[in-house]
């Protein structure tokens, strides 16, 4: 050993650090006769500088040097100590001196140093690996490049079937095929890049002992020597088999918030929970409601206590039926009714099969909900109880908001009832038939209407408005604006007038309190100026804004008066799309109108448009929920609105039949509002059923209408009605002339009444007045009206016309 330079220090079982130590050769005097690389590197002395010379030359202080034990030519011994290097810091260093035992020789000693703190590290290195493989909350293994486990702790799994000894085994040794390939390829991808695994969650399972398996986060890291050489995989395993468990209840309370409240439907939402729960929670599960909630109801128990449930769904198969059909057990079917005391279900009940919850919202029991579950998966545990308690409270509020949604559907769908005229209508001037289709069911009904008026001298209304929003809000300010156009005309005014009246009445209802915020509906949409484009939509687009308020008030409305006589039909639109024209021949056509805006938005004069109609016409009005969908513009639906009544055929269809079609061409779920038809086929009056005489300003020609009316009744075979008509003839004419003067005309009209009417030049509305006993005049309207079955006025262009009607003998 006298080369002086060593080539390393040797191992020894004793020191964890040696193979990295500095370390010299020392000969029984204590002479350094050897010298490492490495503590030519600490000391920063050479060989050649160290070598002969005592190693108590290295110390800072020779003096106070360790004390040499007894016995240290036999045994190693340690200690610490203060050293001086060659670049003259003093360092404190650990040693570990080993006696060699050299044959035929003379003793020599392998002294081996490292500064303090490395040899802390190593110690820290060391009792962390050791505590690492004791602790018990994490699996600890160490697999080599041929993923045979070398060592674990005692908890690599937290679960039975593991074999005693599994050093020098393979992972499918003791686990599942499926869970132990994929844990491999996961170990082979880290042996393979060095990319450290983290958390990959794997579901596992022993062969000897399946069961439900558990749940493992693994983490993983190569190990590799200094040299680089691969060597080896660590992985450390962690149960997360509740947290999973945890994750998944919480997923299934999320899915179900979610499923329980997007139906306003009792036996929707209902449904929605039963399939919610299978089979995550349960393999069948039951949910059974109060019959009163279907009705919108609270429920009462009856006077036995006990309250009607209804099996309002059933989802998933029943324990034991395994490979079979869905079969509810006995006694669990569909829609069979059971009877519960509300009482004795206060809270949850559970077994480890099966739990039941109360569905209890505001004070009420509304129903029940059971899950159950099969041999083959785990009990029940409590976190399932609080799971199904907070999905049963979450499902009972959405119950109860559908149950209340119910009962005001129900209302406003007997509301809005009550306030559309029938379906279908004939009178002389055209036969009817209307439609309405809500463009929701989840909404309820809506604004939409129309209506059939009968006007004097045969002539008839047609009307169709659209009104902001759905729900009862819209309903009763459609009855008010119906109520109204009715009203107005029953006043006989022109369409244009009567249009300015009901948009007057309009601004005054949004102007009362609680009104103001539904005003947007109408005012918020157009061109960005304030009013309205034409066919402007008056929806809800504030109300999803938060403008929305309980009653809205703005509408679109489309009156038109068709004259079956003249064959004339006059239109005014506010806001609303112009009705289509399908002549006899099949052409169509849509009324040129000019519109105004919505109603209550400006104030503006409304403009008549007027046009003839060849009798056997087919006239529709309608709400742009026809002609407007989800997916498809204005032009778009006229243009397919038009295509339906152009073909052959659809003028001279039933009308109810023809409705039927247009209607079903617009599925529900298309719709973007409501849509209201009205579908009009008109009548004449033949010319031979009039007659018109031209009346001189003179009392003396009333004796002259009077044989000009009785001459014509007589020519139409109605006799029986000739002396009442001279009589109302004759007061109505002598009133015109004296109090109008002339120009004075009479017109008889036989339809399905006789209408007798006197035009005049005068605007004067002539009134019905009590006379006294000693008044000489005076009697002559009261007179009229009870030889009539009604009368009344209008203004015309050219003054105006009363008008009185009598019942035909053969009708």
Not at 665 to 694: I, K, S
Request: proline content about 8%; charged content about 20%.
């Amino acid at each position: 050993m006298d080369g002086k330079t060593l080539p390393g220090a040797p191992g020894h079982d004793g020191l964890p650090f040696a193979d990295s130590a500095a370390g010299a050769l020392l000969d029984a005097d204590g002479l350094i006769v050897g010298w490492t690389p490495a503590a030519a590197e600490l000391f920063a002395f050479t060989a050649e500088e160290v070598c002969g010379r005592p190693a108590v030359e290295l110390l800072a202080d020779p003096a106070s040097g360790p004390v040499v034990p007894e016995g240290h030519r036999d045994a190693a011994w340690s200690g610490e100590t203060l050293v001086r290097t060659g670049r003259g810091q003093d360092m404190r260093i650990v040693f570990h001196a080993l006696p060699l035992a050299v044959p035929g020789g003379a003793d020599r000693f392998f002294v081996l140093w490292a500064p303090v703190g490395t040899v802390d590290r190593w110690r820290q290195d060391q009792a962390f690996t050791r505590e690492l493989f004791l602790q018990d909350r994490l699996g600890l293994a160490v697999f080599d490049a041929e993923l045979r486990l070398v060592r674990t702790n005692t908890h690599l799994l937290p679960y039975t079937g593991l074999l005693p000894d599994l050093r020098g085994r393979r992972l499918g040794d003791f686990l599942e095929p499926q869970g132990a390939a994929a844990l491999e390829e996961q170990l082979r991808e880290v042996l393979r890049t060095g990319r450290p695994l983290i958390l990959a969650k794997e579901t596992v399972r022993t062969i000897e002992d399946p069961g439900g398996g558990v749940v493992m986060a693994v983490s993983a890291f190569r190990l590799q020597a200094p040299d680089g050489q691969v060597f080896g995989v660590t992985a450390l395993f962690t149960d997360v088999t509740e947290q999973r468990r945890s994750d998944e209840r919480l997923a299934v309370l999320h899915r179900a918030t979610a499923a329980v409240g997007g139906s306003l439907s009792v036996a929707g939402t209902g449904e929605e929970l039963a399939h919610v729960l299978v089979p995550e929670l349960a393999d069948l599960a039951v949910v059974e409601i109060a019959e009163a909630v279907f009705t919108g109801e609270e429920p009462v128990p009856g006077e036995d206590g006990l309250l009607p449930l209804l099996r309002t769904a059933v989802a998933g198969e029943a324990p034991g039926a395994e490979g079979a059909a869905s079969q509810p057990p006995e006694g669990v079917a569909d829609g069979a009714a059971v009877r519960a005391d509300p009482r004795c279900a206060p809270v949850v009940n559970h077994s480890p099969a099966s739990m039941t919850a109360p569905l209890r919202a505001r004070g009420s029991f509304l129903g029940r909900v059971t899950v159950r579950r099969g041999p083959g998966r785990p009990a029940y545990a409590l976190a399932d109880l609080d799971l199904l308690g907070e999905i049963a409270a979450r499902a009972a509020l959405a119950v109860d908001n559908a149950r209340r949604y119910t009962r005001e559907h129900r209302a406003a769908v007997g509301l809005q009832r009550s306030l559309l005229p029938p379906a279908q209508a004939e009178t002389v001037a055209v036969t009817t038939s209307g439609f309405y289709l809500p463009a929701d069911t989840a909404t309820g009904v809506g604004g939409d209407w129309f209506d059939v008026i009968p006007l004097s001298s045969a002539r008839v209304a047609l009307v169709a408005g659209d009104v902001v929003g759905h729900g009862l809000g819209a309903t009763a300010t459609m009855g008010r604006l119906r109520t109204a156009v009715r009203t107005l005309a029953d006043l006989d005014l022109e369409p244009d007038e009567l249009m300015v009246h009901l948009d007057d009445l309009v601004s005054q209802l949004r102007d009362e309190p609680g009104e103001a915020d539904g005003a947007g509906g109408a005012a918020g949409t157009g061109d960005g100026s304030g009013r309205p484009t034409p066919f402007t939509r008056t929806d809800e687009s504030d109300a999803e804004n938060g403008h929305r308020s309980a009653d809205p008030v703005g509408a679109t409305c489309l009156y038109a008066v068709y004259d079956p006589v003249s064959r004339r039909c006059a239109v005014v639109s506010a806001g609303h799309p112009p009705p289509a024209v399908a002549a006899p021949d099949g052409t169509v056509s849509y009324v040129p109108l000019n519109p105004g805006p919505p109603l209550g938005v400006s104030g503006v004069p409304f403009e008549v448009t007027e046009v003839e109609l060849e009798p056997g016409s087919l006239l529709a009005l309608y709400t742009d929920g026809l002609i407007e969908g989800r997916d498809s513009d204005v032009d778009a639906g006229m243009a397919e609105l038009r295509r339906r009544l152009a073909r052959p055929g659809a003028t001279t269809a039933p009308l109810r039949q023809l409705g039927r079609e247009i209607i079903a061409a617009r599925p529900p779920h298309q719709l973007a509002d409501d849509v209201t038809l009205l579908l009009a086929r008109t009548h004449a009056v033949p010319p031979g059923n009039t007659a018109v005489w031209p009346v001189d300003a003179d009392p003396a020609a009333v004796a002259q209408v009077r044989q000009e009316a009785a001459r014509q009744l007589r020519a139409w075979g109605l006799e029986e009605l000739v002396f009442t008509t001279e009589l109302v003839l004759s007061e109505l004419v002598t009133n015109a002339i004296r109090h109008a003067g002339g120009p004075v005309e009479v017109r008889l009209i036989r339809a399905k009444q006789l209408t007798c009417e006197v035009s005049d030049p005068s605007a004067t509305q002539p009134r019905m007045r009590r006379a006294l006993l000693t008044d000489e005049g005076g009697r002559g309207l009261y007179l009229v009206a009870q030889l009539t079955t009604r009368w009344g006025s209008r203004y015309t262009r050219r003054g105006k016309t009363i008008w009185a009607e009598q019942p035909l003998p053969d009708a």
